[in-house]
């Protein structure tokens, strides 16, 4: 099974076969998670705004790999927005990658 997936976790061949309802709480969860890491949980609207971008930007994902393209970068928001407290900005970035830059930007470097 390919691991190469923009939802953390999941395989091409799981998001695939994921219903509208499955991608939906795996979204809610990483946006949560992101905004709890980022000391942001408490934001219930924006943790919510983030999700819904998160999540529909994987419907997207699963819609080009039923038709048989290849995965790209989607446009997300980025999950460091929350944590920093700003308005959320779109960028290109892929689900991982806004979740890691939260996490990077809350979390100080090893030294």
Do not use: F, H, M
């Not at 994921?18 to 890491?37: C, F, H, R």
């Amino acid at each position: 099974a390919s691991t190469d997936c923009a939802v953390p976790g999941v395989t091409k061949e799981q998001l695939l076969a994921a219903g509208n309802q499955d991608l939906w709480q795996k979204a809610w969860e990483t946006s949560w998670q992101a905004a709890d890491a980022g000391g942001r949980a408490g934001e219930q609207e924006e943790v919510y705004a983030e999700a819904q971008k998160l999540w529909k930007s994987w419907l997207t994902e699963r819609e080009r790999l039923k038709k048989g393209g290849a995965p790209g970068v989607v446009e997300v928001a980025s999950a460091s927005s929350i944590s920093a407290g700003v308005k959320l900005e779109a960028k290109s970035l892929s689900p991982q990658q806004a979740v890691c830059a939260a996490l990077k930007s809350r979390c100080p470097d090893d030294e």
